[in-house]
């Protein structure tokens, strides 16, 4: 592969990358970041098995050590824009719940909006705060038990999460559903931070305790 022919192929792919980080706003972090990943692993497997060639005709090629130095800088400057996006979309949707409190804050009791705003949420949030389990203070809701269990009926409601029963381990194990956990939402509406964290480091693991009072909130 010619010098020449490695610098067109790393312009494309620069090129597809941000077309791609373009068309799927939402996921431009992930785009970004494996693209990164690619573009540097990549270069470094090429100069390894030869396709790059550092020394040409006993001397430096200086064509391509400029290409392996973009493809690597590059690289960087993708992982270091996928992080910068990201925090400017934290921030914007930061401001956006802000705006959504501020007008809550107006209205009375507990509205559910966005992403948290479904049948099903509307239906369970209800039967626990009629047994008890949770209350309406103001503008949010108060979860009156761990926030364990918190984090498994907000999962069983908007990601579709359910209890699987093991006949070999003799207990049920937290399986995750489908669908983006709305932990930022949640945090505000719960005042409780750390909600989605605490899920994710209970996947596939045994149910909390006390699972079953969540269940009985679903039949």
Request: proline fraction near 2%.
């Amino acid at each position: 592969m010619s010098s020449l022919q490695i610098s067109v192929l790393l312009i494309s792919a620069f090129i597809i990358v941000m077309v791609l980080a373009t068309i799927f706003k939402r996921q431009q972090r992930k785009v970004l970041w494996s693209s990164a990943i690619l573009i540097f692993t990549g270069t470094l497997i090429l100069i390894g098995v030869g396709v790059i060639k550092l020394i040409k005709n006993n001397q430096p090629d200086f064509v391509a050590l400029t290409g392996i130095i973009v493809a690597l800088g590059g690289s960087g400057v993708l992982a270091y824009g996928a992080e910068k996006l990201h925090a400017k979309m934290r921030e914007k949707d930061r401001q956006m719940l802000q705006n959504a409190s501020i007008q809550q804050e107006e209205q009375n009791g507990v509205v559910l909006t966005g992403r948290l705003d479904t049948h099903i949420a509307r239906k369970i949030f209800a039967k626990a705060i009629e047994a008890g389990y949770m209350e309406e203070v103001g503008t949010h809701y108060e979860w009156k038990n761990t926030k364990t269990l918190l984090a498994y009926m907000c999962g069983r409601i908007y990601c579709g999460d359910k209890p699987e029963y093991s006949k070999i381990d003799r207990k049920s194990f937290w399986t995750f559903g489908e669908g983006l956990f709305p932990d930022v939402e949640l945090g505000v509406l719960f005042k409780q931070n750390g909600i989605g964290q605490l899920r994710q480091n209970r996947r596939d693991e045994a149910v909390p305790n006390n699972a079953d009072i969540i269940d009985k909130l679903f039949r």
